[in-house]
């Protein structure tokens, strides 16, 4: 493959023109004094142009070393901002992956909740069209703002009936309490009147002593 091919850069493209250049030139230049001989023994008008040549290569090759310093920095610009870009790709790369984990914990969390036995789902509640009967006005309730509304109504049931509970129970125990003394007051009585009959009943006993006496 040639190097034209590989090097697309047009800084590169420079230098390799002038190197190019300056080979051609100087590889012409050793033609040139190898055919003109020893330089004592050359014409002044071969030495004037050897010269001449010199001259031109030296600037052809200063001219190549310039590009050569300005291709390298600038490689070495490129370098760093490859490097700079590369670190930033590796932190978005990073960041995505992040984002990936996030994602499949999240899915894995809803997933969870989804198939999660809720406490409320196991609440005797009453069904959702009997309770939209009694409270129409949660008609266009979403979901869960519906679900919300039905547990409040079977809370305030439950409320209400614990209420009639304990009152039911408090006149249960007062019944109780009433019975108790009914009972009490009749066991009383009983005994009072067991005093009194067997008193009458003592009376004529008496006076049949009290006569033979």
Same mark, same amino acid.
């Given at each position: 493959?040639?190097?034209?091919?590989?090097?697309?850069?047009?800084?590169?493209?420079?230098?390799?023109?002038?190197?190019?250049?300056?080979?051609?030139?100087?590889?012409?230049?050793?033609?040139?004094?190898?055919?003109?001989?020893?330089?004592?023994?050359?014409?002044? =008008? %071969?030495? &004037? *142009?050897?010269?001449?040549?010199?001259?031109? @290569?030296?600037?052809?090759?200063?001219?190549? #070393?310039? /590009?050569?310093?300005?291709?390298?920095?600038?490689?070495?610009?490129?370098?760093?901002?490859?490097? =700079? %870009?590369? &670190? *930033?790709?590796?932190?978005?790369?990073?960041? @995505?992956?992040?984002?990936?984990?996030?994602? #499949?914990? /999240?899915?894995?969390?809803?997933?969870?909740?989804?198939?999660?036995?809720?406490?409320?789902?196991?609440?005797?509640?009453?069904?959702?069209?009997?309770?939209?009967?009694?409270?129409?006005?949660?008609?266009?309730?979403?979901?869960?703002?519906?679900?919300?509304?039905?547990?409040?109504?079977?809370?305030?049931?439950?409320?209400?009936?614990?209420?009639?509970?304990?009152?039911?129970?408090?006149?249960?125990?007062?019944?109780?309490?009433?019975?108790?003394?009914?009972?009490?007051?009749?066991?009383?009585?009983?005994?009072?009147?067991?005093?009194?009959?067997?008193?009458?009943?003592?009376?004529?006993?008496?006076?049949?002593?009290?006569?033979?006496?």
């Amino acid at each position: 493959m040639a190097i034209d091919e590989v090097v697309t850069d047009p800084n590169l493209l420079t230098v390799l023109d002038a190197s190019r250049d300056a080979r051609v030139q100087a590889l012409s230049l050793v033609d040139q004094i190898a055919a003109a001989g020893p330089i004592e023994n050359a014409s002044p =008008e %071969a030495q &004037q *142009e050897t010269s001449k040549q010199q001259k031109l @290569l030296i600037t052809n090759l200063a001219q190549l #070393r310039g /590009l050569h310093r300005a291709a390298y920095f600038g490689a070495r610009q490129t370098k760093s901002q490859t490097s =700079e %870009a590369r &670190q *930033e790709v590796d932190r978005l790369h990073l960041q @995505l992956q992040n984002l990936y984990y996030e994602q #499949r914990h /999240l899915q894995g969390e809803i997933k969870a909740c989804d198939s999660y036995d809720h406490t409320y789902q196991q609440l005797p509640l009453i069904p959702a069209e009997e309770f939209l009967a009694l409270k129409p006005e949660h008609a266009d309730d979403d979901e869960n703002a519906l679900m919300i509304a039905r547990i409040e109504h079977e809370r305030s049931e439950r409320e209400a009936l614990e209420q009639k509970r304990m009152e039911l129970l408090k006149r249960k125990q007062k019944l109780i309490a009433d019975n108790k003394k009914r009972k009490d007051d009749l066991a009383n009585l009983d005994k009072e009147l067991e005093k009194f009959i067997d008193r009458q009943a003592a009376k004529p006993i008496q006076k049949l002593f009290d006569k033979n006496v």
